[in-house]
């Protein structure tokens, strides 16, 4: 491989991790807004309050400005109810046109409008950035048209992941919207950790590092389906303590876990069974993993980013769900199913290895 073909595969990589490293930025700002109520800080969407430079006073606005952009929202989502009859999703457009609570239009507060509007103008950079891995796929085309497709691919569903939050923004944060909006999250980190991972195997060929590679990837797929799980119910306690904190006023915050379901007791009591399964995993690791390779150094780290995960639903649930918390945990919840998806590319790697060459 000459120089000029390195250069491009390192420019690509760079471009690559920074995306990754800022769709988890955004992933955290975007628990920052959910925890601080201002997720309908802009009404509207692009703009914020027909701006793309929000007020810092309502005296910028018209007096019936929540009669204007609830108005304007009851027209988008009367096409996309539309939409999803046309797709068959008759149940879901059914609860949208039956949910008053979309029309609630909140009041004005600067501190949450700027808030969702920093939002917006992160993704709007993350926006960039994935074109910029486009742009620097694309003389990569020659070496692997794997990592060139799915980067065009990655930048539309962006687009598709920008449409979303502007259904969740005129659905006034409908939970099952949210919980799609951060599962496209997290399937465009999978694609770019993906291309960024292929992208190293052009420079540096897969080597055998473990003996047991099949097993381990096994175990560790388990481990990703469980902790997909975890993320759903953890979706949904979310969705919960929205509806307590909104009856308490979102005052007295140290009583909002008793007033939670059984889908919080389910959360909590998983949690433990996660845990277990990556503490197997780990221990696998370490009985056929050399000390010094990358599987063995990630495994450390995921098992690590685990322990914190809980010891942040810890905090949350007998500390009174400190709200610096909230986005900490879904950070640390999103960040581990990155780490379990990167061992499983290199385990992947070392399974294909080994059918390769049996006897090795």
């Given at each position: 491989?000459?120089?000029?073909?390195l250069?491009?595969?390192?420019?690509?990589?760079?471009?690559?991790?920074?995306?990754?490293?800022?769709?988890?930025?955004?992933?955290?700002v975007?628990?920052?807004?959910?925890s601080?109520?201002?997720?309908?800080?802009?009404?509207?969407?692009?703009?914020?309050?027909?701006?793309?430079?929000?007020?810092?006073?309502?005296?910028?606005?018209?007096?019936?400005?929540?009669?204007?952009?609830?108005?304007?929202?009851?027209?988008?989502?009367?096409?996309?109810?539309?939409?999803?009859?046309?797709?068959?999703?008759?149940?879901?457009?059914?609860?949208?046109?039956?949910?008053?609570?979309?029309?609630?239009?909140?009041?004005?507060?600067?501190?949450?409008?700027?808030i969702?509007?920093?939002?917006?103008?992160?993704?709007?950079?993350?926006?960039?950035?994935?074109?910029?891995?486009?742009?620097?796929?694309?003389?990569?085309?020659?070496?692997?048209?794997?990592?060139?497709?799915?980067?065009?691919?990655?930048?539309?569903l962006?687009?598709?992941?920008?449409?979303?939050?502007?259904?969740?923004?005129?659905?006034?944060?409908?939970?099952?919207?949210?919980?799609?909006?951060?599962?496209?999250?997290?399937?465009?980190?999978?694609?770019?950790?993906?291309?960024?991972?292929?992208?190293?195997?052009?420079?540096?060929?897969?080597?055998?590092?473990?003996?047991?590679?099949?097993?381990?990837?096994?175990?560790?797929?388990?481990?990703?389906?469980?902790?997909l799980?975890q993320?759903?119910?953890?979706?949904?306690?979310?969705?919960?303590?929205?509806?307590?904190?909104?009856?308490?006023?979102?005052?007295?915050?140290?009583?909002?876990?008793?007033?939670?379901?059984?889908?919080?007791?389910?959360?909590?009591?998983?949690?433990?069974?996660?845990?277990?399964?990556?503490?197997?995993?780990?221990?696998?690791?370490?009985?056929?993993?050399?000390?010094?390779?990358?599987?063995?150094?990630?495994?450390?780290?995921?098992?690590f980013?685990?322990?914190?995960?809980?010891?942040?639903?810890?905090?949350?649930?007998?500390?009174?769900?400190?709200?610096?918390?909230?986005?900490?945990?879904?950070?640390?919840?999103?960040?581990?199913?990155?780490?379990?998806?990167?061992?499983?590319?290199?385990?992947?790697?070392?399974?294909?290895?080994?059918?390769?060459?049996?006897?090795?």
């Amino acid at each position: 491989m000459n120089q000029k073909n390195l250069n491009q595969i390192y420019s690509f990589r760079r471009i690559s991790l920074i995306s990754v490293i800022a769709v988890y930025f955004l992933i955290l700002v975007g628990g920052i807004v959910r925890s601080t109520g201002s997720g309908m800080g802009c009404p509207d969407w692009p703009k914020c309050f027909g701006s793309w430079v929000p007020p810092t006073s309502v005296d910028q606005l018209p007096s019936n400005y929540q009669e204007i952009y609830s108005a304007k929202r009851v027209e988008k989502n009367n096409k996309f109810v539309a939409q999803l009859e046309k797709l068959g999703f008759q149940e879901k457009a059914d609860q949208i046109k039956n949910d008053k609570s979309i029309l609630v239009e909140q009041e004005f507060n600067p501190v949450k409008t700027w808030i969702e509007y920093v939002n917006r103008l992160i993704g709007a950079v993350i926006g960039l950035l994935v074109l910029l891995t486009v742009y620097r796929s694309f003389p990569l085309w020659s070496l692997s048209k794997p990592i060139t497709v799915l980067s065009v691919l990655n930048l539309f569903l962006v687009l598709f992941q920008a449409w979303i939050g502007s259904i969740v923004v005129s659905t006034n944060l409908l939970p099952w919207m949210i919980t799609l909006h951060m599962m496209l999250a997290l399937l465009i980190v999978c694609i770019l950790l993906y291309v960024h991972f292929q992208s190293y195997k052009l420079i540096y060929p897969s080597k055998a590092t473990t003996e047991k590679p099949i097993t381990l990837f096994g175990i560790l797929v388990v481990g990703l389906v469980l902790m997909l799980i975890q993320i759903v119910f953890g979706t949904q306690v979310r969705e919960e303590m929205d509806v307590v904190a909104f009856e308490f006023g979102n005052l007295l915050r140290g009583e909002w876990i008793e007033h939670l379901g059984l889908v919080f007791l389910v959360h909590r009591s998983y949690s433990i069974l996660l845990f277990a399964v990556h503490l197997l995993f780990f221990y696998k690791v370490y009985k056929y993993t050399l000390r010094h390779v990358s599987i063995f150094k990630w495994s450390q780290g995921l098992v690590f980013v685990i322990f914190l995960e809980i010891l942040t639903g810890v905090g949350m649930a007998y500390f009174g769900v400190p709200a610096f918390l909230q986005p900490v945990h879904l950070l640390l919840g999103t960040m581990i199913i990155g780490i379990q998806f990167v061992i499983l590319l290199q385990l992947d790697s070392q399974r294909k290895l080994k059918i390769e060459n049996p006897g090795s």
